[in-house]
């Protein structure tokens, strides 16, 4: 994989990957917030990585999903800087007609198997999850990929 930034104007950066772009920014002071900042991006990723897992695992178990979110909660060290992720949480959501040791198993794997971006975090900081299918909570767990968690 390759990237590049090139910057634009204040603290406002162009990222470009193969034929992908998108814009970053931090907030006031320095920033407009404009766009995500980088740390938000690494969120979204951790997100967006176990989310595209389960939702395919999902597929290939034939599930009728009519809803699926995942909201994520960072909590920030405070011992100064570099001001790090010191915890995760993963809320995956879902409606439809799913089978509850299913949607369970599909997060378990990601969290433990597929998700590349929460093995590499995991390494750093623990990285929790909670599945609720319609409205109802079915099951938590933590991410382990082999004893490398944080």
């Known amino acids: 994989m390759k990237a590049q930034l090139k910057w634009t104007e204040g603290m406002k950066f162009e990222a470009a990957t193969e034929g992908n772009t998108l814009n970053m920014d931090t907030k006031a002071p320095l920033g407009t917030g404009s766009a995500m900042s ?14 595209m897992d389960v939702v395919a695992l999902l597929k290939k178990n034939k599930q009728n999903y009519k809803t699926f979110d995942v909201d994520i909660d960072v909590t920030m060290s405070n011992a100064g800087h570099p001001i790090v992720f010191s915890n995760a949480i993963l809320n995956f959501k879902a409606t439809g007609d799913i089978a509850p040791n299913v949607f369970l198993d599909a997060v378990h794997l990601s969290q433990t198997k597929y998700c590349g971006v929460s093995a590499m975090l995991a390494k750093a900081l623990p990285i929790h999850y909670v599945v609720t299918l319609n409205n109802e909570k079915i099951g938590e767990g933590k991410a382990d990929f082999g004893g490398q968690n944080g």
């Open 38 to 51: 980088p740390k938000e991006l690494v969120a979204v990723g951790l997100a967006g990585c176990t989310a």
